[in-house]
């Protein structure tokens, strides 16, 4: 069988690694998720985009639990969505997110402890209320082609929030939101007309232009926050008439800004 | 023409699809604020069918709603044989293809016709002037061009949803 994937850049804070994610048998078989992340499957990349180097039991070993973490985040928005904030606003305590995200307290301390434990949210106990903070992700691919920041963890998560977006992510799958995130951000760009989005990735005029305005939250705040907001959008990111976000009234504060 | 508002009465306002869906359903701040300038100006928004199928027909809330209070109104498409409208649909096309960096067959349909069915009106029947709004950058400048090139920038103007709104349409967005 052809290998379909190559290479995976995965860089999580400073640390920069590169491995093989194996991705063809990643996500296939799990509800609702692409395993491009595309709209097509391209050409399968070069074989040499593999070495011995990349292919070290011990490479691939130390590399495996982040693509763990990834999987879980990719098929659990509610997850995604407090990562997301934690990685955003952060530090921030626990409070803070149940009130931002209007959640309860015990979800908001199960989800937390499992960010914890995949190593996505790093707790500080030695202060009371105890502080989290999160180091942004980003997944580049190039040849299935592969993106996953921030803004795209964001855009998924707005499913528990947002009818539309969970409404087209049970439609088409989450490879067609991120396409469906990439044509919005050309839209506001004024790149791309929203009935072009819809040719583009082969939905209906009605849904491309709902969707373009569901994702929009997740541009506004991804390009102020997303440190990797430029893989998504390189030729672009500077151009997006959007409104910006001190216009927007219930910005979440940081904690460090609140009194006390 | 008032300083609060982009409108005058009994102007004719040509509106896209990409309005509707901008300005949300009728709960959304965006939406009443959108209302209450047309509302205020005495004008009525044409649809045009094709839009109306766009928005998912006329029973969909937003769509019926305003309908139903008065504020919009569904129109026909521009004759196929009206060479004005046609020439105009097909400056609107070219520019819409040029600032997107695709080839002319590529542009849809729906983002040329607001051109000719601007022309139409200003040549048919408005007195008032016509207006058009759509929230697309290219097809913006598609209507323009389109307009300035058959001689009527004195009395068809094209607007974004911000001109009729404000730059505020963020104050209601739930972030995350």
Redesign the interface.
């Known amino acids: 069988m052809d290998v379909v994937t190559g290479g995976v850049t995965v860089v999580c804070g400073d640390s920069l690694k590169y491995t093989d994610f194996g991705l063809t048998n990643m996500t296939a078989d799990h509800d609702g998720v692409r395993s491009d992340g595309g709209i097509d499957a391209l050409d399968p990349p070069p074989r040499d985009v593999m070495d011995e180097e990349t292919l070290k039991p011990e490479t691939l070993a130390r590399n495996a639990p982040r693509l763990e973490t990834v999987v879980q985040l990719l098929n659990n928005p509610a997850l995604a969505r407090i990562y997301v904030y934690v990685c955003y606003w952060g530090p921030v305590a626990p409070p803070e997110i149940m009130e931002a995200l209007d959640l309860s307290k015990s979800t908001t301390y199960e989800y937390v402890d499992r960010l914890v434990d995949l190593g996505l949210v790093d707790r500080d106990d030695s202060t009371r209320p105890q502080q989290l903070t999160a180091d942004p992700i980003v997944i580049v691919e190039q040849y299935a082609p592969i993106v996953i920041t921030p803004t795209v963890l964001h855009a998924l998560a707005l499913q528990e929030v947002d009818e539309d977006v969970a409404y087209f992510i049970d439609r088409y799958g989450i490879g067609k939101l991120i396409a469906a995130l990439r044509g919005a951000g050309l839209h506001f760009a004024g790149k791309t007309t929203q009935r072009m989005v819809a040719t583009d990735i082969d939905v209906r005029e009605t849904e491309a232009m709902m969707i373009v305005y569901a994702l929009k939250p997740a541009l506004v705040v991804g390009r102020d926050h997303d440190p990797f907001f430029e893989y998504l959008f390189p030729d672009v990111a500077d151009e997006m008439d959007l409104p910006d976000l001190d216009q927007v009234s219930d910005t979440p504060t940081r904690s460090s800004d609140l009194d006390g | 023409m008032d300083t609060d508002t982009p409108f005058s009465a009994d102007q004719d306002v040509l509106v896209d699809?990409?309005i509707f869906?901008?300005i949300?359903s009728p709960s959304n701040p965006p939406y009443q604020r959108f209302r209450s300038v047309v509302q205020n100006a005495g004008v009525v928004c044409k649809l045009p069918r094709r839009v109306i199928g766009?928005?998912?027909g006329p029973e969909t809330d937003r769509v019926r709603t305003a309908l139903d209070e008065g504020w919009a109104t569904i129109i026909d498409a521009p004759s196929p044989t009206d060479g004005d409208a046609v020439a105009a649909s097909d400056i609107a096309k070219r520019t819409?293809a040029n600032?997107?960096?695709?080839p002319e067959h590529?542009?849809?349909k729906?983002?040329a016709i607001l051109a000719g069915l601007a022309i139409q009106y200003i040549r048919d029947r408005s007195s008032a002037g016509v207006v058009v709004l759509t929230?697309?950058?290219?097809?913006k400048k598609g209507i323009e061009n389109a307009v300035r090139a058959q001689g009527y920038t004195d009395t068809i103007a094209v607007h974004g949803l911000e001109d009729i709104i404000g730059?505020?349409?963020?104050?209601?967005?739930?972030?995350?």
């Not at chain 2, 929230?135 to 097809?139: I, R, S, T, V």
Request: net charge negative; proline share 3%; charged share 35%.
């Open positions: 699809a990409n869906y901008a949300g766009e928005l998912g819409i600032e997107t960096d695709q590529e542009v849809e729906t983002d929230d697309d950058k290219p097809a730059d505020n349409s963020g104050d209601s967005m739930r972030l995350i």
